[in-house]
């Protein structure tokens, strides 16, 4: 059953609508301050995450003026699993993104796309032209790196329940931790990595926040060649583009950006110094650039 409205928490509301074949999808509902200046944002996350990852910049775009719609895909967060893993594809969540912005009444928004976040908007407008007014892709373009997926490939899916908050960001630590150099050693940082990425259990221990037969629809690069992504990434070429990229990235590397100019020559670009895949956003480098971004677009 849709939920048109919700319970209203932390600056925004709780919603769940139903997507097509009737899978529950939990969305953070940021109402925009006054007065709205553009169209509402919605903020599609990477493979094994979810809403939380914009915590910080969804009231921060709020605050500009601009509703912001942040949903768990399906096997993720507080969204439904699906019992048909095959179901765990872009080209099904992008069906989903459009059920979730007909059930709340948006017609167009601009799309902000972290890493599988960015397939799925260039999927969206592939599919609904007319849904995707402008775009910002985080550490994803039509050119993907092996290196990332195959890093990737080692740990989804394979997590087990972890006794403490503690061991979560430690482990999330250990995983990623090459991607964030300069926060190696801040403990504050990985404690909140791990809350937006885990769950806690009845009994005190802790998961990763996702359904883990996610990893069957994986193509891992070593069996499966990477695709080239250029077709689906031609459909969002003519719309307004940010491109944020982390420096040291092994998803979006700098041939990967360069390659997404030649494409679009109008591109928009910003590099985050001494962070890998993906951003968070809310560097000053990346969150300056989206400013300037959201204040060109409608």
């Known amino acids: 059953m849709d939920s048109a409205g919700g319970r209203f ?4 509301e709780e919603r769940v609508v139903s997507t097509v074949d009737a899978i529950p999808i939990y969305v953070r509902d940021y109402a925009p301050l006054a007065p709205i200046t553009g169209l509402p944002v919605i903020c599609l996350h990477g493979l094994t995450r979810n809403s ?3 915590e910080v910049i969804a009231p921060r775009i709020a605050a500009l003026g601009r509703r912001v719609i942040a ?3 399906r096997g993720r967060g507080r969204s439904a699993n699906d019992n048909d893993p095959d179901h765990y594809v872009p080209a099904v969540y992008s069906q989903d993104v459009i059920s979730i912005l007909d059930k ?3 017609p167009r928004a601009v799309f902000l796309g972290t890493s599988m976040g960015g397939l799925i908007t260039m999927l969206t407008a592939t599919i609904a032209p007319d849904r995707v007014a402008a775009t910002i892709l985080n550490d994803i373009g039509p050119k993907v790196e092996s290196e990332g997926l195959a890093k990737i490939a080692t740990y989804i899916g394979r997590g ?3 006794p403490s908050w503690a061991a979560a960001a430690q482990a999330v630590r250990d995983t990623v931790g090459d991607a964030y150099p300069e926060r190696v050693h801040d403990d504050a940082f990985w404690d909140a990595f791990a809350r937006r990425t885990f769950r806690e259990l009845d009994d005190g221990r802790v998961e990763a926040d996702y359904d883990p037969n996610i990893a069957l629809t994986f193509a891992d690069p070593e069996t499966t060649p990477v695709p080239d992504l250029t077709p689906l990434f031609q459909a969002i070429a003519g719309k307004p583009m940010l491109s944020v990229h982390g420096e040291i990235s092994d998803i979006l590397s700098a ?3 360069a390659v997404m100019r030649g494409l679009k020559p ?3 670009t910003v590099e985050v110094p001494n962070v890998g895949h993906a951003p968070c956003l809310d560097e000053p480098e990346a969150w300056d650039a989206i400013l300037d971004f959201l204040a060109r677009v409608e």
């Open 104 to 106: 709340l009444e948006a």
């Open 266 to 268: 109008d591109l928009h």
């Open 52 to 54: 939380r990852d914009f």
């Open 160 to 162: 087990l329940p972890l």
């Open 255 to 257: 041939d990967g950006v």
């Open 71 to 73: 949903p768990d895909m």
């Open 9 to 12: 928490i932390g600056g925004y």
